[in-house]
């Protein structure tokens, strides 16, 4: 395989799922589906323990639509790409799969690559400051190999925005696989950032544009964890 290699020496992101009741949190079975929901990730900077604003408040009242809610959780995304979690277990021995990236060889042609990163929605009429889809990002052979062969590089901040597609369905009408992004690299231990091609009709590319309220990430809340 062309760029496998291994990613154990790494020292950010190991352990990607907390165990939250209702939410997947383990591999899915060989019969494989990409999962219906999405699992509550690390936080924003890097570091482990809860999701950045997983608990923003015991309870608040929606300026929408009037009710009364919990805390919420903003991070989500799977712990690998939609190709990886439904590929057999025999054709995954091949590929290797962490926290970060993902190789997976093909019987034929090049070895597919991703890279985890956060997407960022601003939240407007919150302290929150950003909801966040943890997403993969496939990216062309050369540029994995270069953001593989950069990642403890003190310097990988300066790497220039790589190309790619997502490699992640969230849960929205139109498909989000495919969308056209660029990963945009920061220090060692803090997760790359995910920016959408702006010229693509698609809701999420509206969310990212012109962020979303509170509202909407109670949705969000509603939809995964119930």
Not at 37 to 50: A, K, L, S, Y
């Amino acid at each position: 395989v062309p760029f496998l290699r291994s990613f154990s020496s790494r020292h950010v992101l190991s352990a990607l799922v907390q165990n939250v009741p209702g939410v997947l949190a383990h591999w899915p079975s060989d019969k494989a589906r990409p999962p219906k929901t999405q699992v509550p990730e690390r936080r924003d900077d890097g570091q482990r323990g809860p999701a950045h604003g997983a608990n923003h408040a015991a309870t608040w009242i929606c300026s929408t639509c009037g009710d009364e809610h919990d805390g919420l959780a903003t991070v989500f995304g799977p712990k690998a790409p939609d190709a990886w979690l439904i590929d057999a277990r025999r054709d995954r021995r091949k590929g290797e799969c962490d926290g970060d990236m993902c190789v997976m060889p093909q019987r034929k042609g090049p070895s597919r690559g991703c890279i985890r990163g956060h997407l960022r929605l601003r939240v407007l009429d919150s302290d929150l400051d950003y909801f966040i889809w943890s997403v993969w990002v496939e990216l062309a052979e050369a540029d994995f190999t270069l953001n593989a062969d950069r990642w403890e590089d003190p310097d990988r901040a300066e790497l220039l925005p790589s190309p790619g597609r997502l490699a992640t369905q969230l849960p929205y009408e139109q498909a989000t696989l495919g969308l056209r992004v660029r990963l945009f690299n920061r220090e060692p231990g803090v997760v790359p950032l995910v920016k959408l091609d702006r010229d693509q009709a698609h809701a999420l590319v509206a969310e990212q544009r012109e962020g979303i309220n509170l509202h909407r990430v109670t949705e969000i809340n509603e939809q995964l964890l119930h």
